[in-house]
């Protein structure tokens, strides 16, 4: 794609992500920032590769007077996110949906920062307008930080689940904390983030009921052997979930947990 803009004289995006940081030892994480990276860990090959194709995005820019334009994506979601394809809101939300635990890794205490894709999309625009000065790389995403626990409450309340959540080992080289530092895409691209979190679920959470409600058969993973499950959270609405949750989540959960899988 790279040579195909050269020859063509095309601007070219790249999505870059967050993830070129690593597990960050800076915070919040500035563009400037070169990141913390395992480069033969589990998680290499995807933050790895992400890098250097930042590299080669550069590379070209020098060398063939490419015009480039690289964006370093956070956390992002919103309608149409695929239901298996393991994101952390995603997947919270099916699981509170369908009455399953929620699974969180460690004590849920990591941080992560959550941008709607109505926000994305419009400092997409913004940036691929811009001059051709503005090479990037620019941080997208939403600053407002969050810990996985207060994501899994958030969700609970506002789809009325009684999910119990799941507490798992946490993945080798999992970032304990993200959050984005926007100022370049304040001053470059006079953008910041609209739309709120809970705003943003709301409307995501509407999505997936109507997704879920269509599905014959939804099937997300359930609980695993020595997965802990802690209790439902306290202030959740004692009236569980409605009667289109406990259908979605009879049909694919059966199996009551005790607190201990064994």
Same mark, same amino acid.
């Given at each position: 794609?790279?040579?195909?803009?050269?020859?063509?004289?095309?601007?070219?995006? %790249?999505?870059?992500?967050?993830?070129?940081?690593?597990?960050?030892?800076?915070?919040? %994480?500035? *563009?400037?920032?070169?990141?913390?990276?395992?480069?033969?860990?589990?998680?290499?090959?995807?933050?790895?590769?992400?890098?250097?194709? *930042?590299?080669?995005?550069?590379?070209?820019?020098? *060398?063939?007077?490419?015009?480039?334009?690289?964006?370093?994506?956070?956390?992002?979601?919103?309608?149409?996110?695929?239901?298996?394809?393991?994101?952390?809101?995603?997947?919270? &939300?099916?699981?509170?949906?369908?009455? %399953?635990?929620?699974?969180?890794?460690?004590?849920?205490?990591?941080?992560?920062?959550?941008?709607?894709?109505?926000?994305?999309?419009?400092?997409?625009?913004?940036?691929?307008?811009?001059?051709?000065?503005?090479?990037?790389?620019?941080? &997208?995403?939403?600053?407002?930080?969050?810990?996985?626990?207060?994501?899994?409450?958030?969700?609970?309340?506002?789809?009325?689940?009684?999910?119990?959540?799941?507490?798992?080992?946490?993945?080798?080289?999992?970032?304990?904390?993200?959050?984005?530092?926007?100022?370049?895409?304040?001053?470059?691209?006079?953008?910041?983030?609209?739309?709120?979190?809970?705003?943003?679920?709301?409307?995501?959470?509407?999505?997936?009921?109507?997704?879920?409600?269509?599905?014959?058969?939804?099937?997300?993973?359930?609980?695993?052997?020595?997965?802990? &499950?802690?209790?439902?959270?306290?202030?959740?609405?004692?009236?569980?979930?409605?009667?289109?949750?406990?259908?979605?989540?009879?049909?694919?959960?059966?199996?009551?947990?005790?607190?201990?899988?064994?």
């Amino acid at each position: 794609m790279l040579g195909l803009a050269k020859r063509t004289g095309a601007k070219i995006l %790249q999505a870059s992500t967050s993830e070129v940081y690593g597990d960050p030892e800076v915070h919040p %994480q500035r *563009e400037d920032y070169w990141g913390h990276v395992n480069p033969i860990g589990p998680r290499a090959c995807y933050d790895v590769g992400k890098r250097r194709a *930042e590299a080669l995005f550069f590379d070209y820019h020098r *060398e063939g007077r490419v015009r480039i334009k690289v964006a370093r994506i956070f956390n992002t979601y919103g309608p149409r996110m695929d239901p298996a394809h393991g994101r952390v809101v995603s997947n919270f &939300i099916c699981q509170a949906l369908l009455g %399953q635990p929620i699974t969180l890794y460690s004590d849920g205490q990591q941080t992560r920062t959550f941008c709607y894709v109505d926000d994305l999309i419009e400092v997409l625009i913004r940036l691929m307008g811009s001059a051709d000065a503005i090479t990037g790389p620019i941080n &997208i995403g939403n600053p407002d930080e969050f810990t996985m626990v207060e994501l899994a409450e958030m969700i609970l309340g506002l789809t009325g689940s009684r999910s119990s959540l799941i507490m798992r080992p946490l993945p080798a080289d999992d970032p304990r904390q993200r959050r984005p530092d926007i100022d370049r895409a304040r001053d470059m691209l006079d953008w910041e983030p609209t739309v709120r979190l809970r705003e943003g679920l709301t409307r995501t959470i509407a999505y997936f009921d109507a997704l879920l409600g269509r599905a014959a058969s939804p099937m997300l993973p359930l609980a695993m052997p020595g997965d802990i &499950i802690l209790p439902p959270l306290s202030g959740q609405p004692a009236g569980g979930v409605s009667a289109g949750q406990a259908d979605r989540r009879d049909a694919a959960h059966p199996t009551a947990f005790s607190s201990i899988v064994t």
